[in-house]
């Protein structure tokens, strides 16, 4: 992750774990499609609030953040191990049915993010499922706060997945937000299964 980004996470932790969202429907669409007490894998957890979802249905959950600052939140909020991970460092392989990376890998440079959806192929068991979201947009930059975004357009999106691995397309939509900074954006769900 580029580091000032990562940096904004650290220095604000306590603000952005207060600001972070409840789960949505999205969330639970996603659980309904794995096998009960599945594994999973959430990379960028934030505050905890999606894992503890996971948790409370049964979920083997492996929680992790690239903020060891906001691991630290979300373990004291879950009860419960989270992690201070970044994406290069997954190495694990046929690990887990599910990996959830909601508003995360936004964040990875766009050199970087086919070797990171690579690296959640591998770790995902064979029919294992993957979600991620991301902030449409036409190239990379900074938000006011200076983190930075990868904003890809769907079609170049759907290039760097079919490098990173077969995967097969179960469903993509798109909702509208405000963001940490108040800034309207659309994002992009997107969920795939692995595929041999």
């Keep these: 992750m580029d580091d000032d980004t990562l940096q904004f ?15 949505s429907t999205r969330l639970v669409g996603f659980l309904a499609m794995l096998p009960e007490a599945g594994s999973i894998l959430e990379l ?25 600052e906001m691991a630290a939140i979300a373990s004291q909020r ?27 890998l ?14 959640i192929h591998r770790a995902l068991k064979p029919g294992g499922l993957f979600y991620a979201s991301y902030k449409v947009g036409h190239g990379d930059g900074r938000d006011s706060l200076g983190r930075y975004y990868n904003y890809p357009p769907p079609e170049w999106l759907e290039a760097t997945y079919a490098a990173a691995g077969p995967w097969t397309k179960v469903k993509s939509d798109t909702s509208e937000i405000k963001s940490f900074d108040e800034t309207p954006a659309t994002m ?9």
Excluded at 78 to 104: I, K
Excluded at 189 to 196: D, S, Y
């Design 78 to 104: 879950l009860n419960h191990p989270v992690e201070a991970m970044l994406f290069d460092e997954l190495d694990e392989r046929n690990a887990y049915d599910g990996v959830w990376a909601s508003a995360c």
């Design 9 to 23: 996470y650290r220095r604000n932790a306590e603000a952005y774990a207060g600001w972070a969202k409840a789960p």
């Design 188 to 196: 992009l769900h997107i969920v795939v299964r692995k595929g041999a």
């Design 44 to 68: 960028g957890c934030g505050a905890g609030n999606h894992s503890k979802e996971m948790l409370s249905r049964g979920f083997r959950v492996r929680a992790t953040d690239g903020s060891p």
């Design 106 to 119: 936004l964040h990875a440079t766009r050199d970087e993010l086919a070797g990171i959806l690579a690296r």
